[in-house]
């Protein structure tokens, strides 16, 4: 089954830094890359996410990169900002099918003020 | 208008009982989804179920039963709790190609 593994698990960031989360996952039949955000207590949401057509997908200060290749993907925060801070989880999928959504283990993004 | 919801949003209760979470969705979604997000954040798929297909995580103790009365609602049984399942569970929905929708999750605690 596939596998996704997730770097770091905790990253702390100067407000305006940058941040950078990377994934890898091992089934090449993925096809579907989502990236979600929980804050403290609340629920996953989704924030961006890529297919295997694209490289590189961009909404505002978030951008999600994708090597289809090497099998990693990346996800992109610009201009940190207090409220980014939270829990982000990178997933892979083979969409159309049935098969289950694989989460990493989560990195916890703290942005200092 | 809350797209995917669960009860109840807390649940305390002793080793050896029998509980059910239930969830809804008002989206219209053929898929629906049980998670467990243990202390350390982690989030495990336990089940997937749309109305031909039930796929369970095989590290899921069979305690563990996912009953689906109609498309809109996926409920999840447990029986004989033990300490270790205490956890957030969440339920999510999603058109099979498209982005899963997290309910608000139930916080189980076993004592």
């Known amino acids: 089954g596939e596998n996704v593994e997730q770097h770091p698990s905790t990253l702390s960031v100067q407000e305006g830094d940058s941040a950078v989360i990377k994934c890898t996952y091992s089934?090449?039949?993925?096809?579907?890359f989502p990236w979600y955000k929980q804050e403290l207590g609340k629920r996953p949401q989704l924030i961006i996410d890529?297919?295997?057509?694209?490289g590189e997908k961009k909404d505002q200060r978030i951008a999600v990169t994708l090597n289809k290749t090497a099998k990693h993907f990346s996800l992109h925060i610009t201009e940190t900002q207090p409220e980014d801070s939270a829990v982000y989880f990178c997933a892979a999928k083979v969409s159309g099918s049935a098969r289950q959504l694989t989460f990493g283990s989560g990195t916890q993004l703290t942005v200092l003020p | 208008d809350t797209a995917v919801s669960q009860t109840p949003k807390y649940l305390v209760t002793q080793m050896g009982n029998d509980k059910s979470i239930k969830c809804e969705q008002n989206?219209?979604?053929?898929?629906m989804y049980w998670y467990k997000q243990d202390s350390k954040k982690f989030l495990k798929i336990m089940f997937s179920?749309?109305?031909?297909?039930?796929?369970i995580n095989e590290t899921v103790p069979n305690r563990f039963s996912p009953k689906s009365p109609d498309k809109a609602h996926l409920n999840l049984h447990i029986n004989s709790l033990e300490l270790g399942d205490s956890a957030v569970y969440f339920c999510?929905?999603?058109?099979?190609?498209?982005?899963?929708?997290f309910g608000p999750g139930t916080r189980l605690t076993v004592t």
């Open positions: 999510a929905s999603s058109q099979i190609n498209n982005e899963q929708y």
């Open positions: 989206l219209g979604h053929d898929t």
């Open positions: 179920y749309n109305n031909k297909e039930l796929i």
């Open positions: 890529i297919r295997s057509n694209v």
């Open positions: 089934d090449s039949a993925s096809n579907y």
